[in-house]
């Protein structure tokens, strides 16, 4: 990705990133001598891997090229700030991603930040679905929660893109960004700050020095550990299967939320009659729904969906995700902070995670920016608590509201179907508290002080 040029207190370097073909060739040229002279030159090779570990230097270095790393970066784009972002696939997967069942809602907001990334007119028009009502069901109750967008001011409630296309746009805007280089097919041995700065060691010995660490290595994080920050974990003891899957009649542009007994089934509209379905069941069922035939399943989601879409047919692969949420209890610490699902990993219910993610990557990406006007460092613990304050506050009220959601719903005693009943019917009658929920549906704002 040619030079950059770091900018780390008090001293510019420029420094010659090794490109992940480079780095491919390098290893391959060692691979080759070793074979011909043996376990001698092995053992030389390493000794001299250790004595001439690189020591590169950048003002940021993320862990992860995920949706939330690259959005991070992209948000610095402009700035002259030198990053680097390390990721464990190769480069030919983040240029292509593959298709990974997950179809992510966003809201107005994430639209609107996609849109002034460069990210949304990289997805093609009849890839993005819209949502413009939404309905919540009850088992067999008759009562349904309605949430819709005529009325509210807005055109529609959001929209629906596959994850695979946010993850390769996403992509396709930082790569030529001059100030990013991209460490790619990369493990992280060690992570390390201090009040001076940080130190990330990769396991082919080169160590990466940065002014501030990021770490949006997923909700299993191991970043997270690494630098001793605590999360608590949920495990659901459910499994959510996705897939994709057209249909007979039209979807109207309504989602549809259906609590029953023993699974949870979400239809979100696509682009045309073609929906994603998201089936939530316990862990122990999960494996017996993945081997049904593809025709048996789909019969089966028409059934569960009570004829409403007509005929049913699967048109991708079926994908099954462990349902864990997870919260760091800190989001930051010297020179070092969490974003994405690093910070919170959500319950897939209130489709939250990404939105969450972009929002607090912009956020932190705001006070990088503000430290740079203002002379200030940009891993200075003061701006990075803000960055957590303001998280947390749009976090905390969405992970621990998702978390009771899914246990009232999940709740198959007489009491629990009677409180949902409840809750549903308080929310079709009470303005207030639906119009509350259908704003978090469409707005999520940490990053907006
Ligand atoms: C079934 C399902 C449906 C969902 N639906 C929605 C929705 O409708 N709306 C919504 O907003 N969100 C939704 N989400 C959540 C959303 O997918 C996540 O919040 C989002 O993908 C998180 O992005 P991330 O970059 O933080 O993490 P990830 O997508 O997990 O990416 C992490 C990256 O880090 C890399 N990595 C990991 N470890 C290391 C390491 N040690 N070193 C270097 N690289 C590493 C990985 O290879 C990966 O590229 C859904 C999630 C699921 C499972």
């Not at 413009?132 to 819709?148: T, Y």
């Not at 130190?199 to 001793?228: C, E, P, W």
């Not at 979100?268 to 122990?284: C, I």
């Not at 699902?341 to 972009?358: E, K, Q």
């Amino acid at each position: 990705m040619g030079w950059n040029l770091p900018l780390m207190p008090g001293k510019t370097r420029l420094v010659k990133p090794i490109s992940c073909t480079s780095l491919a060739l390098t290893l391959a040229a060692g691979d080759i001598a070793a074979n011909i002279f043996g376990k001698k030159m092995r053992r030389a090779r390493r000794v001299m891997g250790q004595e001439m570990a690189r020591k590169d230097s950048f003002d940021i270095v993320i862990i992860g090229a995920g949706p939330a790393g690259l959005g991070f970066a992209r948000a610095l784009s402009g700035t002259g700030i030198s990053i680097a972002l390390v990721e464990t696939q190769s480069q030919s997967v983040l240029e292509d991603p593959a298709e990974d069942g997950r179809d992510i809602a966003l809201t107005h907001t994430s639209e609107k930040i996609m849109r002034d990334l460069g990210m949304w007119e990289r997805i093609p028009a009849d890839q993005i679905g819209t949502i413009r009502d939404a309905k919540v069901l009850n088992g067999p109750s008759p009562f349904a929660l309605h949430f819709e967008s005529k009325g509210s001011g807005a055109d529609y409630l959001g929209r629906i893109v596959p994850n695979h296309l946010i993850r390769k746009s996403a992509y396709e805007v930082i790569k030529d960004q001059p100030n990013v280089t991209l460490i790619c097919e990369s493990e992280v041995t060690s992570v390390e700050t201090d009040a001076s700065g940080g130190n990330v060691g990769l396991k082919d010995g080169r160590q990466l020095q940065a002014t501030l660490v990021i770490a949006a290595d997923s909700r299993f994080s191991t970043t997270r550990r690494k630098m001793g920050l605590a999360a608590s974990s949920l495990d659901f003891g459910r499994v959510v299967i996705v897939c994709e899957m057209t249909h007979e009649l039209s979807h109207d542009d309504t989602a549809y939320e259906c609590f029953h007994y023993e699974q949870t089934l979400a239809i979100l509209p696509m682009f045309g009659n073609k929906s994603s379905v998201v089936v939530t069941l316990p862990s122990a069922r999960a494996d017996a729904v993945m081997q049904m035939g593809a025709a048996e399943f789909a019969a089966d989601i028409a059934r569960r969906f009570e004829g409403r879409l007509g005929a049913m047919k699967l048109v991708s692969k079926r994908h099954a995700y462990p349902l864990v949420g997870v919260l760091a209890k800190e989001f930051v610490t010297t020179r070092f902070a969490l974003i994405g699902d690093a910070a919170v990993g959500m319950h897939p219910v209130t489709a939250h995670g990404y939105n969450l993610g972009l929002s607090g990557a912009l956020l932190l990406a705001g006070e990088v920016r503000s430290a740079l006007q203002n002379g200030r460092d940009i891993g200075d613990l003061t701006g990075l608590k803000s960055y957590e304050a303001a998280h947390k506050r749009a976090v905390l009220p969405l992970y621990h509201g998702t978390n009771a959601l899914v246990r009232l719903y999940t709740d198959n005693s007489l009491p629990g179907r009677v409180l949902r009943d409840a809750a549903l019917r308080l929310g079709s009658l009470l303005p207030p508290v639906k119009s509350r929920i259908q704003r978090q549906l469409t707005h999520i704002e940490s990053h907006v002080r």
